[in-house]
């Protein structure tokens, strides 16, 4: 088992944030009437070493999460879309905006990219990281958004994080493509 190893090392040497690439509700994605089941199950019970459970609706998935397992100070849980996310219309949006009531530091890019910039002890930039739906993108044709979310990205080491890894198969001749049109360095790709 590989559950334990996370919070384990959490403790060893704190985490800075987690990167969740998608299939996150699966098989289907969420549904409104398992919201707070499926946040329980799917995201409280395995990260609970690295939450803060003070959000509007917390109490409804807190007994997944004993206090005295919390952390003091949340880890973000940065989490974007896998194509098992999708299946349900309903459940984008219920991620993008009902999960964090829950679980105040999940985070999902309201958008099809968002850049966030990592800061380190000094407060300067130190890593951006590029969460971005690639089948969403590539669908649309649209290279352009992610070339000037890369571009926009004050770095220095930029970091992509979505569901689909480079391949042969759709969407990763796009995210090749998005990659070889950018003008800036990708040091590391999270799928």
Not at 5 to 20: G, I, K, M, N, Q
Not at 66 to 82: D, F, H, I, K, Q
Not at 84 to 102: G, Y
């Amino acid at each position: 088992r590989v559950a334990p190893v996370p919070p384990a090392e959490h403790a060893r040497r704190p985490a800075d944030a987690l990167v969740l690439p998608g299939d996150n509700f699966y098989p289907h994605g969420l549904r409104q009437r398992e919201l707070a089941f499926r946040v329980r199950e799917n995201v409280v019970r395995p990260y609970c070493a690295f939450l803060a459970l003070d959000g509007p609706e917390s109490d409804a998935v807190a007994g997944a999460c004993p206090p005295e397992r919390r952390s003091a100070v949340p880890t973000p849980l940065y989490a974007v879309l896998g194509n098992h996310d999708t299946n349900l219309p309903e459940s984008p949006p219920l991620q993008r905006e009902a999960v964090p009531r829950f679980v105040p530091s999940w985070r999902m890019p309201p958008g099809r990219v968002e850049v966030i910039e990592l800061l380190d002890a000094a407060l300067a930039p130190s890593v951006s990281l590029i969460l971005y739906d690639a089948a969403a993108l590539a669908d649309d044709g649209d290279v352009a958004s992610l070339r000037q979310a890369l571009a926009a990205a004050r770095g220095p080491f930029r970091i992509l994080a979505g569901h689909y890894p480079v391949s042969d198969r759709h969407p990763g001749p796009w995210i090749r493509r998005a990659l070889d049109e950018s003008e800036v360095p990708v040091h590391l790709h999270l799928s």
